[in-house]
């Protein structure tokens, strides 16, 4: 059941608002959205499930705009953000609704995801310069196998043999 707020929406936001559910509805979101309630119920009191379930939401919602707006034009895009800006003024919806605000940082997201700019390559880059940076560090602080008994040479070995013979046993 698809239930819309009671403002007067145009020909056109309506379709936006309609297919964005529909999408939802293909994918089963709801499901997943079920699935992240039972994790919050069981671990109410873990925060990190707590913003394991803010970032999954949010993911639902980008990749529901990506495959709304896939092949679309910028001005479709420019409406459908404006579909979108004007849904949040009804921020209600329970648990188990694919009504999502999510904050001014996330909603800023979708903006910039819908839009088409360039948000997601500083994470590809992000991602690149960690792993190069980690692979770096791997080979300048490697660990080398050196100083086994095999590596010492004579006069250490029998440096050590005076050591342990001038070691008072104590009856052991």
Same mark, same amino acid.
């Given at each position: 059941r698809l239930l819309l707020p009671g403002e007067d929406w145009g020909e056109r936001e309506l379709g936006f608002i309609l297919r964005h559910e529909l999408t939802h509805y293909r994918r089963r979101d709801l499901w997943y959205k079920l699935v992240l309630l039972g994790a919050v119920s069981l671990h109410?009191?873990?925060? %990190?499930?707590?913003?394991?379930?803010?970032? #999954?939401?949010?993911?639902? +919602?980008?990749?529901?705009?990506? &495959?709304?707006?896939? =092949?679309?034009?910028?001005?479709?895009?420019?409406?459908?953000?404006?579909?979108?800006?004007?849904?949040?003024?009804?921020?209600?919806?329970?648990? %188990?609704?694919?009504?999502?605000?999510?904050? #001014?940082?996330?909603?800023? +997201?979708?903006?910039?995801?819908? &839009?088409?700019?360039? =948000?997601?390559?500083?994470?590809?880059?992000?991602?690149?310069?960690?792993?190069?940076?980690?692979?770096?560090?791997?080979?300048?602080?490697?660990?080398?196998q050196s100083n086994g008994p095999e590596d010492l040479t004579a006069e250490e070995l029998s440096e050590w043999q005076e050591k342990l013979n001038s070691l008072e046993w104590n009856g052991f």
């Open positions: 109410w009191f873990n925060p %990190l499930v707590h913003l394991l379930v803010r970032e #999954a939401e949010a993911d639902l +919602e980008l990749t529901c705009d990506d &495959l709304v707006m896939a =092949g679309a034009e910028p001005a479709d895009r420019r409406a459908y953000s404006e579909t979108l800006l004007a849904s949040v003024r009804r921020r209600g919806g329970g648990a %188990l609704t694919t009504h999502f605000y999510g904050g #001014a940082g996330v909603m800023r +997201e979708r903006f910039r995801n819908i &839009l088409g700019q360039q =948000g997601r390559k500083r994470g590809v880059l992000a991602l690149a310069l960690t792993l190069v940076l980690t692979l770096a560090a791997a080979c300048t602080f490697g660990i080398s």
